[in-house]
């Protein structure tokens, strides 16, 4: 089947996931499958009614994580807990918690509970997109969040609320000359033998072309990275303007990646297989497409994977660009 056929064929609705390991391993796929056997995610709810939020300074949120925090941190509030953020300045790194995947969460009363100035480290218009991996080695959560978008720092927890910063981990200095943006960092627990690496980010580039791709990275530690100075992924390769917001899932004996298109080619979510090496890059299509109408709006991004007494989920980016609302899907 071509990409443009299986575009066609496929059809899932709004989603929602939750990442309780590292890197995600989802389990079985509906008969509705979307590629690669991925289940077909539909919309069950949003996560909480923005407009009820103590701190939602834009009215816009993007870049869900769901982490499964129970027996890994002492006292949690909840199970799981959600980072999400505003994009817009001034942004800030924001927490809401729950007992189950499929809500309702609760906002956590201090946010933001990282902003924009983090004296002497750093004072940026915003900050945004964070992402958290439970660290297995360090026994703590690690927050990746950008600001500027030139710029993704590391931030260390052993509670999922109080954080030490740590250092600068990309930035465009660290891409080749002419690169304008790094952000929207993913960090994946992934074995590359061959690199000496544990860890692999994802991520997008931007550059005087104004025309989006997917980057990518391995780290010994989580903290000093390699970055591969050409794109994993180029928009044009999948027929889109611009990509960005890529995460990593494991299925059967392979990796992928998954990310949005521009809204003006459709607001998907696109799928590549790119090999537990890094090495393949097998373009499957659509792997998820949004609600024509509320909350989606024709436009799906950023997804978060996990699973809850043996379901799938997928908690996502719904929404228009900076009018975007943080939504929760169910595997069928």
């Given at each position: 089947?071509?990409?443009?056929?299986?575009?066609?064929?496929?059809?899932?609705?709004?989603?929602?996931?939750?990442?309780?390991?590292?890197?995600?391993?989802?389990?079985?796929?509906?008969?509705?499958?979307?590629?690669?056997?991925?289940?077909?995610?539909?919309?069950?709810?949003?996560?909480?009614?923005?407009?009820?939020?103590?701190?939602?300074?834009?009215?816009?949120?993007?870049?869900?994580?769901?982490?499964?925090?129970?027996?890994?941190?002492?006292n949690p509030l909840?199970r799981y807990y959600?980072?999400?953020?505003?994009?817009?300045?001034?942004?800030?790194?924001?927490?809401?918690?729950?007992?189950?995947?499929?809500?309702?969460?609760?906002?956590?009363?201090?946010?933001?509970?990282?902003?924009?100035?983090?004296?002497?480290?750093?004072?940026?218009?915003?900050?945004?997109?964070?992402?958290?991996?439970?660290?297995?080695?360090?026994?703590?959560?690690?927050?990746?969040f950008h600001g500027?978008?030139?710029?993704?720092?590391?931030?260390?927890?052993?509670?999922?609320?109080?954080?030490?910063?740590?250092?600068?981990?990309?930035?465009?200095?660290?891409?080749?000359?002419?690169?304008?943006?790094?952000?929207?960092?993913?960090?994946?627990?992934?074995?590359?033998?061959?690199?000496?690496?544990?860890?692999?980010?994802?991520?997008?580039?931007?550059?005087?072309?104004?025309?989006?791709?997917?980057?990518?990275?391995?780290?010994?530690?989580?903290?000093?990275?390699?970055?591969?100075?050409?794109?994993?992924?180029?928009?044009?390769?999948?027929?889109?303007?611009?990509?960005?917001?890529?995460?990593?899932?494991?299925?059967?004996?392979?990796?992928?990646?998954?990310?949005?298109?521009?809204?003006?080619?459709?607001?998907?979510?696109?799928?590549?297989?790119?090999?537990?090496?890094?090495?393949?890059?097998?373009?499957?299509?659509?792997?998820?497409?949004?609600?024509?109408?509320?909350?989606?709006?024709?436009?799906?991004?950023?997804?978060?994977?996990?699973?809850?007494?043996?379901?799938?989920?997928?908690?996502?980016?719904?929404?228009?660009?900076?009018?975007?609302?943080?939504?929760?899907?169910?595997?069928?």
């Amino acid at each position: 089947m071509t990409e443009l056929s299986r575009r066609a064929a496929l059809r899932g609705a709004a989603g929602v996931g939750l990442g309780l390991a590292a890197m995600p391993v989802l389990g079985a796929g509906s008969a509705a499958a979307a590629p690669a056997g991925f289940p077909e995610y539909r919309f069950l709810r949003t996560a909480f009614d923005k407009s009820k939020l103590k701190y939602n300074p834009t009215g816009e949120l993007i870049f869900p994580c769901i982490r499964g925090v129970a027996g890994r941190i002492a006292n949690p509030l909840g199970r799981y807990y959600l980072y999400y953020a505003p994009h817009d300045a001034p942004g800030g790194i924001c927490l809401s918690y729950a007992d189950s995947l499929e809500g309702p969460f609760i906002e956590y009363p201090g946010n933001p509970i990282v902003k924009r100035t983090w004296n002497p480290h750093y004072s940026v218009s915003h900050v945004s997109s964070s992402h958290v991996l439970w660290n297995e080695d360090a026994r703590e959560l690690w927050l990746y969040f950008h600001g500027e978008n030139t710029t993704t720092r590391l931030a260390r927890s052993k509670d999922g609320i109080h954080f030490t910063y740590d250092k600068v981990v990309l930035s465009t200095s660290m891409l080749p000359a002419g690169t304008t943006e790094t952000s929207y960092a993913r960090v994946f627990r992934h074995d590359l033998p061959s690199r000496g690496a544990k860890y692999v980010m994802v991520f997008m580039i931007n550059d005087k072309s104004n025309h989006r791709s997917i980057g990518w990275g391995w780290s010994a530690d989580g903290r000093n990275w390699t970055f591969s100075q050409t794109p994993l992924i180029r928009p044009e390769e999948v027929g889109a303007s611009n990509i960005g917001a890529p995460t990593i899932a494991n299925r059967g004996t392979s990796t992928y990646v998954i990310y949005h298109e521009n809204i003006e080619a459709g607001g998907n979510m696109l799928i590549t297989e790119v090999g537990n090496d890094f090495s393949k890059r097998r373009h499957l299509g659509v792997f998820h497409a949004p609600l024509p109408g509320a909350p989606d709006n024709g436009r799906c991004a950023a997804p978060s994977f996990g699973t809850m007494n043996g379901k799938e989920y997928m908690f996502y980016e719904a929404g228009a660009r900076l009018d975007g609302s943080i939504a929760i899907a169910r595997a069928v």
